[in-house]
């Protein structure tokens, strides 16, 4: 979740070291975002949680579209959503930084806005589930987008853990928010449409079978060269007749006398 170098380095070891550092800086701002539920949790008791709640289709309860994300009905419901954001944010933010960095307003708003819309009138929305919903959405529709090695190892490895989140965001159990997280997947999906080229592709590694047919190919163009003619268009001119009007440029019929017999 930070701005990486515009261009990524060539070099081998240097592009390691900054994947590092890419990786441990999404890590890092991962587990600041969970420090900071956890803060919340512990003051959420001298909070009316109500009030910042997503209540859908009250006027109050828009401003849960800010707040809701932060607070969370019990211990089971902050550890999962934690180690939800450790697992899709380190990779999200591992491997598209800049989409991750600016797709998260429209899942974070997201999430509130499908509460708000599709929720039961009377019914209060609170939890960051409709953010890791707009996460994994982010990693699997960019994958899906761009198709390279880095977005296609992503995917799947988001699919291995989280691929469950894919039916979360229909009505299935009762008490579990769908409308946030179908949200925050609509916002995920759209960060990733929208910010699909910001982060440029990794180096693509070339093996050596792929360099071998490049050297044959060369060499068979080289032999095709030296014993083939080039055809007319390829031969270069030497010499342009110099003319000064058109009948030069014609050319002109010489008269030659006859001979008497």
Not at 26 to 40: D, G, K, R, T
Not at 56 to 82: I, K, R, Y
Not at 107 to 131: R, Y
Not at 218 to 245: I, N
């Amino acid at each position: 979740m930070y701005l990486p170098d515009t261009e990524p380095p060539a070099d081998p070891a240097a592009q390691r070291r900054a994947d590092w550092r890419r990786f441990s800086r999404a890590a890092w701002c991962s587990v600041a975002a969970v420090v900071v539920l956890v803060l919340m949790d512990l003051v959420q008791g001298m909070l009316a949680t109500r009030a910042f709640a997503v209540s859908p289709g009250s006027v109050a309860g828009l401003m849960g579209l800010l707040t809701a994300p932060l607070l969370h009905g019990s211990l089971e419901h902050l550890v999962a959503n934690s180690l939800s954001i450790l697992f899709l944010g380190t990779l999200a933010g591992g491997v598209y930084p800049r989409a991750t960095l600016r797709g998260l307003p429209l899942m974070w708003l997201g999430s509130g806005v499908g509460a708000w819309l599709l929720g039961e009138p009377g019914s209060f929305h609170i939890g960051a589930s409709g953010v890791t919903h707009g996460l994994m959405f982010l990693v699997f529709v960019l994958g899906v987008l761009r198709r390279d090695r880095a977005a296609i190892a992503a995917t799947m490895i988001g699919f291995l853990f989280y691929g469950g989140m894919l039916l979360t965001v229909l009505p299935r159990e009762p008490g579990v928010s769908w409308q946030s997280h179908l949200g925050g997947a609509v916002g995920g999906a759209l960060a990733a449409w929208l910010f699909r080229r910001l982060d440029p592709m990794a180096p693509r590694k070339r093996y050596s079978w792929e360099i071998e047919e490049e050297l044959a190919a060369e060499a068979e163009r080289a032999e095709r060269e030296q014993f083939e003619l080039p055809t007319p268009h390829d031969v270069p001119v030497l010499w342009h007749r110099d003319s000064r009007d058109d009948d030069d440029a014609r050319g002109k019929v010489l008269e030659f006398p006859r001979r008497e017999r």
